[in-house]
């Protein structure tokens, strides 16, 4: 899989994962969470730290139509806050990000392509190379759901350039000329919000020897942190973490329920943009389904393949 990511405290720990669970041919930053330098910062970091051969290769800095918004408020300034990290020590591969993933996937069919970020790079990609959907596998991103986190109806990474969702969701619509015969996997906030690091899944992480782990205690400290300061409702024992059900919904699918349905992405709403439209109704005239929309998870079966993938990493750094 190629990881398109705006690391983010929770893209971090879906890169940690993949690199135990999957074969990661590259990695691709966008623009996200904080701005794109200091994304391509943290995802070196992140190699690093993980000790894996991937090459990092940077990509969009701005969204396709849209402005640039950030989650500073969330993932700090740094977009990795609650760690002293240590410096990357291997060097970027290329400022490419997008002609990389069209490359890649020419070259080897049957990639998935694991967006947990803006779909501005996937979109490009899509956009320049229309063939390029034909060759992969299939779309597993993060973002979407039936509600929103940054507006009441908009998830943040599809909030923050929803005419890239729109591209990537409109190419896996039967309804849409030369439309994808790959798959489309969402796990948005329905089902992340089911899977949070909760003190006792921090504690379970702080006991893991080693420096990744002592690194990340302290980011689910901060992030976590960040989530209770924001919510009131008692629903929420620690941040979702998000990202890595990304990567789960490939590499192990066993432990999600999901069901097919029909998704389209708002565009130009003031109240409504980046909303995912989910066709719930039973009507025979509905759309076909376009999308898998992942809706539970065994949260604890989840964990441990974390806590596994921490454990297998072998630092360069």
Known sequence: MIIDCDPGHDDAVAIITAAHIADIVGIVTVGGNVDIDLTTHNALVMRDLVGIEAPVHQGSRHPIVAKPRHAAAIHGVSGLDGANLPSPITPLDG???????????????GLWLVPTGPLTNIGMAFRLAPDLAERIAGVSLMGGGSFGNRSAVAEFNLWADPHAASIVFDTYDSSTPGSAAGRLIMAGLDVTHRFQVTPERIERTRAIPGRLAEILAGLFDFFSGTYLSR??????????????????????????????????????????AGMT?????????????????????????????????????????
């Open 277 to 317: 439209v989910i066709d719930e109704r039973r009507l025979l005239e509905r759309a076909a389904p376009n999308c898998e929309v992942l809706v539970d998870v065994d949260a604890d079966a989840a964990f441990d393949v974390i806590l596994a993938a921490i454990r297998a990493s072998t630092p360069r750094i």
């Open 231 to 272: 919510h009131n409702d008692g629903a929420m024992r620690g941040a979702a973490l998000h990202d890595p059900l990304a990567v789960l919904a490939v590499a192990r699918p066993e432990l999600f329920e999901r069901n097919d349905r029909h998704v389209v992405v708002e565009t130009v709403g003031e109240h409504t």
């Open 95 to 109: 400022t490419d990000g997008v002609e990389f993933i069209i490359e890649t996937c020419r070259s080897e069919e």
